[in-house]
């Protein structure tokens, strides 16, 4: 079945250290997407790619940092600057970047 | 940047009845997406529609371009379709990086 993967559902890391998290799709999507949901907020751009090898900052870009050295891999690293990551963080993918979104199941990010 | 107005911001309805969720943005779109986040954080999109009206089972989606107005209706509500239902927007002039812009969400609770 194709379709997008996030791992791992949960994670909990110490404040001060980098935590990077998983996307992977399937679906042969060129762009793919990282948002940031807060309680009582609309999901927040962080990253977008719509190439391997290239990628662009989104609203939220800062202590934040992407690779996409696959067409179907997108991960999202948080890092220490990341001032408070505590999120839902969602990855996504389209095609071309102008299509429909198509959704992974979300990892929950605390940090303490 | 389009600003996105949902509403309500929460329902609660009984199984059976007729529900609206709207929509309204602020700056002309290329296309609009409702989008149903379920209580475990996993998103579904539903409609992606630019004009007029889409059906899906008991899911109809309407806009009205020149209003800047959308509305999302189910009919037979069950409990089942509680969950969390995202307007987000493509904005003409790319309001966001990659012009998606989303509303904070409307929560949605059918009683039995």
């Known amino acids: 079945d194709g379709g997008i993967t996030q791992s791992p559902k949960y994670l909990f890391r110490k404040e001060g250290q980098n935590v990077t998290l998983s996307c992977e799709q399937n679906?042969?999507?060129?762009?793919m997407y990282w948002y940031r949901q807060d309680p009582g907020q609309g999901l927040r751009l962080i990253y977008y790619?719509?190439?391997?090898?290239?990628?662009q900052k989104g609203d939220i870009a800062e202590g934040y940092s992407v690779s996409r050295e696959k067409k179907e891999s997108f991960p999202l690293t948080v890092t220490s600057a990341q001032k408070n990551p505590t999120a839902f963080y969602l990855c996504?993918?389209?095609?071309?970047?102008?299509?429909?979104?198509?959704f992974g199941p979300g990892t929950r990010l605390t940090v303490t | 940047k389009n600003e996105v107005e949902q509403s309500p911001q929460n329902l609660t309805a009984q199984e059976g009845e007729f529900i609206t969720i709207n929509c309204s943005y602020s700056?002309?779109?290329?296309?609009l997406h409702w989008l149903q986040q379920h209580p475990g954080g996993g998103i579904v999109s539903l409609f992606m529609?630019?004009?007029g009206k889409k059906k899906h089972g008991r899911l109809i989606a309407t806009i009205n371009i020149q209003e800047k107005h959308s509305s999302l209706h189910i009919t037979a509500s069950h409990p089942r379709d509680s969950a969390v239902y995202i307007c987000?927007?493509?904005?003409?002039?790319?309001?966001?990086?990659?012009?998606?812009?989303f509303g904070k969400g409307t929560h949605l609770i059918i009683q039995p």
């Open positions: 996504a993918s389209s095609i071309l970047g102008m299509g429909e979104q198509y």
């Open positions: 679906l042969n999507h060129d762009a």
């Open positions: 790619s719509q190439i391997v090898n290239d990628f």
């Open positions: 700056v002309g779109i290329s296309a």
């Open positions: 529609l630019s004009s």
């Open positions: 987000a927007v493509r904005s003409l002039t790319g309001g966001g990086a990659d012009g998606l812009t």
